[in-house]
């Protein structure tokens, strides 16, 4: 395991340290020693670095309440470039190897990722190869079925058995911790209908029913349990009437499918339920959104937002600082692109993302972001219970207005560990 950032200049000390005391005083150091320093302890010699690679260690740190949490993040820039991971801890940045397909002559984009069964899988998505030619450098790009899995114990990366269908852009979740549910997406010739399911036990692949609509570009999330899938560019099935997908009219009056639907997955009973209009908005691609707890939460234009778990209904929590627009100079920075949420450790991490830049002579451009902010939902309640404990009570009450959003209270986490732009793929492991 590289870093980012050398946090452990004393490699070589930890084995003297550690041959001067007793094996089990030394074994239960070891376990509760920081994953950070696990590079450190590798260099001691061959049968340290074995040790702290095998399963049955991180199983007996596990035991011993010692397994971290890290972030690991995929920023567009450097241009495929690899994923870096985040230790909490340490406030340090460490190098993941590339993923595979990822390098100066091929390209792996427009994937989803996520965390189940202790590994981090990139699924599907759009392959690129370059190669040279006498007439000069040409690349063929095609959509993919390949899932790409990465082991944070042995940190490496490996392939698992390839879905049934290459997809672009798809949306993936995990239901009850081993199965992972990949939906839609594009196909090589048209959007899909189709999802399929991923048993990371068995690792072994199994069509589902298919969705009511083809879509693309989508998101899916569990809530209560239950995998939802939601907006994305949108393709009505056939058999599909048009009042239940609620088509729309655009302004040369032609029909097209709302893009504010939401589909849910029952899976004893193998079917999807259509939910029309369920989204607070019909873009094409919904913004980032994670669920912390119970709740939904997700970027909407420049705000954080909130669907309460209990009564379902969507609140403005309030604007998020990396999508603050300046209007310094007559013309401004524009909508920003890209930018990556995940609940991590009980906080929502908002990181990355790009922006069109106007303004200091510029005529435009894009301006990548490598900034990441974390908000704790819960430190921000007790904030608000005592402002409002201050507010005067009685007659006055009525004279003092309560905002319907408020400056949440942001922290600056730091820089990506030199990555920055748009967030291809992010996720959380247990290291």
């Known amino acids: 395991m590289g870093t980012l950032h050398d946090t452990n200049p004393c490699h070589h000390s930890l084995g003297t340290i550690f041959a001067s005391i007793p094996d ?13 320093l696990h590079g450190a302890l590798k260099t ?9 690679s095998s399963r049955a260690f991180f199983e007996a740190r596990e035991a011993a309440g010692a397994v971290e949490e890290w972030l690991f993040v995929l920023p567009e820039d450097p ?26 002559t091929e390209g792996l984009s427009e994937f989803a990722t996520v965390a189940a069964g202790g590994k981090m899988y990139v699924i599907g998505g759009r392959e690129r190869v370059t190669s040279a030619s006498p007439s000069g450098v040409s690349g063929v790009e095609t959509a993919t079925a390949c899932v790409r899995v990465f082991d944070p114990i042995a940190w490496r990366w ?8 290459a997809r672009i852009s798809p949306a993936a979740e995990v239901l009850d911790g081993r199965y992972i549910v990949v939906t839609g997406g594009q196909g090589r010739h048209a959007f899909l209908r189709s999802a399929e399911m991923f048993d990371v036990l068995t690792e072994d692949w199994r069509s589902i029913s298919a969705m009511h609509a083809a879509r693309c570009g989508h998101r899916a999330v569990v809530l209560g349990g239950q995998l939802t899938v939601i907006a994305g560019e949108v393709e009505r099935h056939d058999s ?25 997955y029952c899976r004893d009973a193998d ?7 369920a989204w607070i908005d019909d873009s094409k691609i919904p913004c980032p959104m994670t669920v912390l707890g119970a709740d939904l939460y997700a970027i909407h234009q420049t705000r954080l937002v909130v669907r309460d ?14 999508l603050h627009v300046s209007s310094s100079f007559g013309r401004q920075s524009s ?57 005067p009570k009685g007659p006055m009450a009525p004279m003092f207005v309560r905002p319907t959003e408020r400056l949440l209270n942001w922290t600056a986490v730091g820089g990506m560990g030199g990555g920055r732009g748009a967030i291809l793929g992010c996720a959380v492991l247990r290291v």
């Open 271 to 277: 079917r999807w339920d259509l939910v029309p209009n």
């Open 240 to 264: 599909m009437s048009a009042d239940v997908m609620h088509l729309r009219h655009d302004g040369d009056g032609h029909a097209r499918e709302s893009t504010a639907s939401v589909e849910v």
């Open 79 to 104: 241009d495929q470039g690899a994923f870096r991971a985040f230790d909490p801890n340490s406030y340090s940045w460490h190098a993941v190897p590339p993923v595979p397909g990822r390098s100066k």
């Open 335 to 391: 909508a920003t692109h890209g930018v990556g949420m995940i609940a991590f450790g009980g906080k929502l991490f908002v990181m990355g993302g790009s922006r069109d830049a106007w303004g200091h002579g510029s005529s435009g451009g894009r301006v990548g972001l490598e900034e990441i902010f974390c908000w704790d939902p819960e430190e921000e309640g007790r904030r608000g219970r005592e402002e409002e404990a201050r507010l």
């Open 309 to 322: 778990g209990a009564t379902g209904e969507w609140r403005k929590c309030g604007p998020v600082p990396s």
């Open 24 to 36: 089990e005083v030394s074994h239960e150091a070891l376990l509760r020693l920081p994953r950070h």
């Open 158 to 165: 490996e392939f698992c058995a390839p879905m049934g269908e």
């Open 44 to 52: 001691v010699s061959k049968s340290w670095s074995s040790a702290v």
